[in-house]
């Protein structure tokens, strides 16, 4: 009896501890209120991660706002990075192409060699005969292509290229296509500092380049007409080499420039590029000055007042890189120009609906007869 009593106090005292659902809730309510008082733990858990994002986007602002100050100063303090981002030299475009072989890029009626404008200084040339005489040019060696130039009553055009690429960039071997087929003999090549040109460039040292070319040409061909065709940054090289050979009295036949704009500062001012900074105070002083720091003008506006020969301007009014109202304002220039009385001043307008753009105005199926009419000359039969 004793020990049936001690077992239902033993069993009693057992049940005595267990829990019904109810208690066991009201449990973990009291545990979760003991360890989040108030019931604010979720609540903390979020603003801590609203918090954190709002610390991590301000550090990014704080560093997007050092680099947007740090630029300009640096620029500044090192304005020989402005002359690389004017010339843009060391953007190679197309990448992996070998210049000395132009007939990988469909051009297997042109020659490539070298030239020395000055002692240590070799550039790279390329000489694309017309159209009509690439089967007499297949595997010819530098000999005929050289007297290539007496054997014909073909004109030629001396191509003066932009910045960045070189001369084997994609939309500048399908202009020289263009004018191969039209009859033109071609010669293009990179300034020093560009592709396999040797050198350090400079708006000097492009201008000393393109005057050796010409001349070297001229030695060739006699009295044959000889055009000068810039684009872009290349129509600063030409008016600048126009004006040269106006000066000692010895123009070319006729200048064609192609997206020119007036001088090398309003141009940059109105690059896509500057846009972020455009109206930042002192822009001038940072960038502008930075750039005349390093001898470059590419005076265009001031060098038509000088030139003496027909002058032909081509620009879309698409163009983003050289905004359209810089090459008309130019041509306006050019055409109040007394050095330029007496000579035909002809500007040439593409609609933004045929979509050339900055560098694709060769696609043009007008280019022939504009050509045609502004030299005032039949193209060479073919």
Known sequence: MRKRKANEDHDSSFTGTLLDGSDLKQCHKKTDAASDPGGSGTAMGRRWRRGGLMWRLRRILIWVLGIYIAIPVIIKLCPAIQAKLVFLNFVRVPYFIDLKRPQDQGLNHTHNFYLQPEEGINIGVWHTVPTVMWREAQAKDPEWYDKSFQQSNHPVILYLHGNAGTRGGDHRVQLYKVLSSLGYHVVTFDYRGWGDSEGSPSEKGMTSDALFLYQWIKQRIGQKPLHIWGHSL??????????????????????????????????????????????????DWFFLDSISANDIRFASDENVKHISCPVLILHAEDDTVVPFQLGKKLYDLAAQSKSLNGHKVQFIPFSSSLGYRHKFIYKSPQLPNILSDFLSATLPHM
């Open 234 to 283: 290349g129509t600063g090289v030409a008016s600048n080499l126009v004006r040269r050979l106006c000066d000692r009295g010895t123009p070319p036949d006729s200048l064609i420039l192609e997206s020119p704009f007036t001088n090398i500062r309003e141009e940059a001012k109105s690059h896509p590029f500057s846009m972020v900074y455009r109206y930042l105070p002192g822009f």
